[in-house]
C-alpha cells in the first residue's frame, strides 16, 4: 500500500487479521473465551460513538468476520483505559484486540485522515526525540491538511498565551538508541 | 525510601502547571527526589495503535531506568501509570514478550529485570508521607470549598489496584477532606475523560468531556490526578458546552495546584496563572468560607 516512508507505517503494514486471530503474545485471554455478556460496552465512554460497539467486535472476531470488523472504524474510538478488560469477567484482554483492530484499521486506506496523521505524527517525534515534541508535532499533523488549523485556532490560541508550548526539542541522550527500537520493534513483529 | 520522578510528556508539555504544582507541594511536603535520568515518552494511548510490542517497551524503558537508579519509580501522570502497570504486568506475565522487550531495550544499553517498584503520586502522598503530614502543612483550610475529585480512568486495569478499591477509590477524597474542603460525589469520577481523543475527534472527547462537567457542576472545582486530563476538563469547556447546550466554567486544578493553595504557596509557584478556566474565585469562596469557621481548627477527618 504505497511506499512506507517511515517505520510508523511500517509497523502498521506488518498488522495482518493472523495477528488479532492468533492473539499472538496477548496477556490475557482470546476472544473465544467472550460470552457476550457486554460488560465491555458498559464500561465503554466512546461505544456510543461506535459502528460495532468491543462487544459486537469480540462477536465479529468469533464469527471469523475480521474484516467487518476492522472496516467498521471502531477501534479508532478506543480510547485505550482499559475498564474493560479490567472488568471482563472472563479475563479477555480485550483492550490489546481492539489496539490489534486499531493498527489493522489505520493501514487501511479509508481510516480516518485525521487520526491516521495524528497518531504518526505523535509517534514519529517519539521515534526522533525520545518525547513528543510539540512544534514538530504541530508542523507534521498540520502540513497535511493546513485547514484542520481552523478548528483548533482557539486551542492553540489558548495554549500559546498560558505559556504551554514548548518550541525547543526534548533533549534525551539516547534517542538514537530510542528510534533504533522502533526500528527493531518492526523487525520483531515481522518475523514469522 | 528513595524516590526518582519520572514526569512524562504532558506534565512536561502542556499541562506545565501540573509539574509545577507538583514539585513545588512535595517540596513543601519535604518530599526528595531527582528527575529519572534520560526518560523516554511511554506512548501514551498512541503507542497501542502503533506496535504492540513497542508499547509495552517503551514504558519498560523507563522501568529499567528506575532499576538502574535503585530507587521507586513516581509518576503524577496517571496515563503514564497505566502504561507503565502494563508493561510490569505483560513482562512477567507473558517471558517471551519480556524477552522481546529486552531485546528492544539493549539497543539503549539497559535490561528490565523485573524488579522496579511503581507508584502513583496520589499513593506517595496518602500513604508514604501521610494525613496527618499533610494536615500539618495546611496554613490555609478550603472550608467551604467544594470540590469534586476526578480519579479518571487510572480506575482500569491495575492503577487503583496497587493501593485503592478499583471500583470505589476513596483517597483523593481523603486527601481533599485533610485540606478542609467538602468532597462532593459524582458518577463519572472514575470514567476515562477520552484522552487525546478530544485532538483528534472532537465531537466525541468534547461530549465526554460534557458529561463529567456536568456530573461534577455542583462542585465549585473539579480536581484531577493526571496531566492529560487536567488539559481535557480545561481546554473543551467551550466546545462541551455546545454539545450540551449549557456554558461550562468550571475552574478544574490539578491536585498539587489545590494542595499548594491550602498550603498558602504562591499562585505562581504553583503555575495557576496557567489554568485556561481562571481559579480565582476559588479564593474567593475560600476566604468566605475562613470568614464563616473562623474557629475551625485545620482539617476535617477523613471518612
Not at chain 1, 462487544?55 to 471469523?64: E, K, T, V, W
Not at chain 2, 519509580?73 to 507473558?94: K, P
Not at chain 2, 466554567?249 to 490539578?254: A, E, G, R, W
Given at each position: 500500500?504505497?511506499?512506507?516512508?517511515?517505520?510508523?507505517?511500517?509497523?502498521?503494514?506488518?498488522?495482518?487479521?493472523?495477528?488479532?486471530?492468533?492473539?499472538?503474545?496477548?496477556?490475557?485471554?482470546?476472544?473465544?473465551?467472550?460470552?457476550?455478556?457486554?460488560?465491555?460496552?458498559?464500561?465503554?465512554?466512546?461505544?456510543?460513538?461506535?459502528?460495532?460497539?468491543?462487544?459486537?467486535?469480540?462477536?465479529?472476531?468469533?464469527?471469523?468476520?475480521?474484516?467487518?470488523?476492522?472496516?467498521?472504524?471502531?477501534?479508532?474510538?478506543?480510547?485505550?483505559?482499559?475498564?474493560?478488560?479490567?472488568?471482563?469477567?472472563?479475563?479477555?484482554?480485550?483492550?490489546?484486540?481492539?489496539?490489534?483492530?486499531?493498527?489493522?484499521?489505520?493501514?487501511?486506506?479509508?481510516?480516518?485522515?485525521?487520526?491516521?496523521?495524528?497518531?504518526?505524527?505523535?509517534?514519529?517525534?517519539?521515534?526522533?526525540?525520545?518525547?513528543?515534541?510539540?512544534?514538530?508535532?504541530?508542523?507534521?499533523?498540520?502540513?497535511?491538511?493546513?485547514?484542520?488549523?481552523?478548528?483548533?485556532?482557539?486551542?492553540?490560541?489558548?495554549?500559546?498565551?498560558?505559556?504551554?508550548?514548548?518550541?525547543?526539542?526534548?533533549?534525551?541522550k539516547?534517542?538514537?538508541?530510542?528510534?533504533?527500537?522502533?526500528?527493531?520493534?518492526?523487525?520483531?513483529?515481522?518475523?514469522? | 525510601?528513595?524516590?526518582v520522578?519520572?514526569?512524562?510528556?504532558?506534565?512536561?508539555?502542556?499541562?506545565?502547571?501540573?509539574?509545577?504544582?507538583?514539585?513545588?507541594?512535595?517540596?513543601?511536603?519535604?518530599?526528595?527526589?531527582t528527575e529519572l535520568e534520560d526518560w523516554?515518552?511511554?506512548?501514551?494511548?498512541?503507542?497501542?495503535?502503533?506496535?504492540?510490542?513497542?508499547?509495552?517497551?517503551?514504558?519498560?524503558?523507563?522501568?529499567?531506568l528506575?532499576?538502574?537508579a535503585?530507587?521507586?519509580?513516581?509518576?503524577?501522570?496517571?496515563?503514564?501509570?497505566?502504561?507503565?502497570?502494563?508493561?510490569?504486568?505483560?513482562?512477567?506475565?507473558?517471558?517471551?514478550?519480556?524477552?522481546?522487550?529486552?531485546?528492544?531495550?539493549?539497543?539503549?544499553?539497559?535490561?528490565?529485570?523485573?524488579?522496579?517498584?511503581?507508584?502513583?503520586?496520589?499513593?506517595?502522598?496518602?500513604?508514604?508521607?501521610?494525613?496527618?503530614?499533610?494536615?500539618?502543612?495546611?496554613?490555609?483550610?478550603?472550608?467551604?470549598?467544594?470540590?469534586?475529585?476526578?480519579?479518571?480512568?487510572?480506575?482500569?486495569?491495575?492503577?487503583?489496584?496497587?493501593?485503592?478499591?478499583?471500583?470505589?477509590?476513596?483517597?483523593?477524597?481523603?486527601?481533599?477532606?485533610?485540606?478542609?474542603?467538602?468532597?462532593?460525589?459524582?458518577?463519572?469520577?472514575?470514567?476515562?475523560?477520552?484522552?487525546?481523543?478530544?485532538?483528534?475527534?472532537?465531537?466525541?472527547?468534547?461530549?465526554?468531556?460534557?458529561?463529567?462537567?456536568?456530573?461534577?457542576?455542583?462542585?465549585?472545582?473539579?480536581?484531577?490526578?493526571?496531566?492529560?486530563?487536567?488539559?481535557?476538563?480545561?481546554?473543551?469547556?467551550?466546545?462541551?458546552?455546545?454539545?450540551?447546550?449549557?456554558?461550562?466554567?468550571?475552574?478544574?486544578?490539578?491536585?498539587?495546584?489545590?494542595?499548594?493553595?491550602?498550603?498558602?504557596?504562591?499562585?505562581?509557584?504553583?503555575?495557576?496563572?496557567?489554568?485556561?478556566?481562571?481559579?480565582?474565585?476559588?479564593?474567593?469562596?475560600?476566604?468566605?468560607?475562613?470568614?464563616?469557621?473562623?474557629?475551625?481548627?485545620?482539617?476535617?477527618?477523613?471518612?
Amino acid at each position: 500500500m504505497g511506499a512506507q516512508t517511515n517505520t510508523i507505517d511500517k509497523a502498521w503494514t506488518l498488522q495482518t487479521p493472523e495477528h488479532v486471530l492468533a492473539a499472538r503474545d496477548l496477556v490475557g485471554n482470546d476472544f473465544s473465551l467472550c460470552y457476550q455478556c457486554g460488560l465491555c460496552t458498559g464500561s465503554c465512554r466512546t461505544a456510543y460513538a461506535m459502528k460495532y460497539t468491543p462487544r459486537q467486535i469480540m462477536n465479529l472476531l468469533q464469527l471469523g468476520r475480521e474484516d467487518e470488523a476492522i472496516a467498521g472504524g471502531s477501534g479508532l474510538l478506543c480510547t485505550a483505559c482499559f475498564a474493560c478488560t479490567f472488568r471482563c469477567p472472563r479475563g479477555v484482554a480485550i483492550t490489546d484486540l481492539m489496539g490489534a483492530i486499531q493498527r489493522l484499521t489505520l493501514h487501511q486506506k479509508h481510516a480516518d485522515p485525521h487520526i491516521q496523521d495524528f497518531y504518526r505524527a505523535f509517534m514519529r517525534t517519539v521515534e526522533r526525540h525520545g518525547r513528543f515534541h510539540e512544534a514538530e508535532f504541530v508542523v507534521r499533523y498540520y502540513a497535511p491538511n493546513p485547514l484542520r488549523l481552523r478548528e483548533d485556532i482557539r486551542l492553540a490560541l489558548m495554549l500559546l498565551t498560558k505559556g504551554k508550548v514548548t518550541l525547543k526539542a526534548p533533549k534525551v541522550k539516547s534517542r538514537k538508541g530510542i528510534a533504533a527500537m522502533f526500528r527493531k520493534a518492526v523487525e520483531i513483529e515481522g518475523r514469522p | 525510601m528513595k524516590y526518582v520522578y519520572y514526569p512524562g510528556c504532558s506534565a512536561s508539555t502542556t499541562s506545565k502547571e501540573a509539574e509545577e504544582s507538583l514539585q513545588a507541594a512535595m517540596k513543601a511536603l519535604g518530599v526528595e527526589w531527582t528527575e529519572l535520568e534520560d526518560w523516554n515518552c511511554c506512548g501514551a494511548a498512541i503507542g497501542i495503535g502503533t506496535s504492540y510490542l513497542l508499547s509495552i517497551a517503551l514504558p519498560a524503558r523507563n522501568l529499567a531506568l528506575a532499576e538502574r537508579a535503585e530507587s521507586e519509580l513516581v509518576t503524577g501522570c496517571s496515563r503514564c501509570f497505566l502504561n507503565l502497570i502494563r508493561a510490569i504486568h505483560y513482562t512477567h506475565e507473558n517471558p517471551k514478550v519480556h524477552e522481546e522487550v529486552n531485546e528492544l531495550l539493549a539497543e539503549t544499553g539497559v535490561q528490565y529485570s523485573g524488579t522496579a517498584r511503581l507508584r502513583h503520586i496520589l499513593d506517595v502522598i496518602v500513604y508514604d508521607v501521610g494525613l496527618d503530614v499533610v494536615a500539618e502543612r495546611v496554613t490555609q483550610p478550603l472550608n467551604g470549598l467544594r470540590v469534586a475529585p476526578y480519579y479518571g480512568c487510572c480506575q482500569g486495569m491495575w492503577t487503583y489496584a496497587q493501593f485503592d478499591s478499583t471500583e470505589n477509590p476513596h483517597c483523593f477524597d481523603q486527601l481533599l477532606a485533610t485540606l478542609g474542603a467538602e468532597v462532593v460525589d459524582y458518577e463519572l469520577k472514575t470514567a476515562c475523560c477520552g484522552g487525546t481523543i478530544s485532538l483528534y475527534k472532537r465531537s466525541v472527547g468534547a461530549n465526554l468531556i460534557g458529561d463529567l462537567l456536568a456530573g461534577a457542576s455542583h462542585a465549585d472545582c473539579i480536581i484531577t490526578a493526571c496531566p492529560q486530563c487536567l488539559f481535557n476538563l480545561n481546554s473543551f469547556q467551550r466546545e462541551a458546552g455546545k454539545i450540551k447546550g449549557t456554558k461550562f466554567n468550571i475552574p478544574v486544578l490539578f491536585l498539587t495546584q489545590m494542595m499548594g493553595i491550602a498550603f498558602g504557596l504562591p499562585k505562581k509557584a504553583l503555575g495557576l496563572q496557567r489554568n485556561p478556566v481562571p481559579v480565582d474565585s476559588l479564593y474567593e469562596k475560600i476566604a468566605a468560607g475562613a470568614a464563616v469557621s473562623s474557629g475551625a481548627a485545620g482539617a476535617s477527618r477523613p471518612k
